[in-house]
Nanobody
Framework: EVQLVESGGGLVQAGGSLRLSCAAS????????IGWFRQAPGKEREGVSC????????????YYTDSLKGRFTISRDNAKRTVYLQMNGLKPEDTAVYFC????????????????WGQGTQVTVSS
């Protein structure tokens, strides 16, 4: 059974940091790109970041939504089958449910659905 389990969300003050984790099981982790997405109340889901698989060109290349570059960092630990999203300088507008998802590649990640999804973790940033 394919599973993606997010953790690390919570309540943080503006300017603070959080690190989200996405633990994967039930599929060949190294062969999949992993993306982070978020959905705020009343808004559409948006892509946050994505990291290529080992087969990506180039392998493990990272992508970010332009508006989040410099504050968010994605990384993957293949031995632990886990992808992380380090979020710094958090703002109230970053409040959302954050999801991780897996697919064959990261291309156009913020404009298409991914194959496998986690249940999400809530991030709330207070002003």
């Amino acid at each position: 059974e394919v599973q993606l389990v997010e953790s690390g969300g919570g309540l943080v003050q503006a300017g603070g940091s959080l690190r989200l984790s996405c633990a994967a099981s039930g599929f060949a982790f190294d062969d999949y790109a992993i993306g982070w997405f978020r959905q705020a109340p009343g808004k559409e889901r948006e892509g946050v970041s994505c990291v290529n698989s080992k087969a990506g060109l180039p392998p493990y290349l990272t992508y970010y939504t332009d508006s989040l570059k410099g504050r968010f960092t994605i990384s993957r630990d293949n031995a632990k089958r886990t992808v992380y999203l380090q979020m710094n300088g958090l703002k109230p507008e970053d409040t959302a449910v954050y999801f991780c998802a897996a697919d064959d590649h990261c291309s156009n990640f913020n404009n298409r659905p991914f194959r496998f999804w986690g249940q999400g973790t809530q991030v709330t940033v207070s002003s």
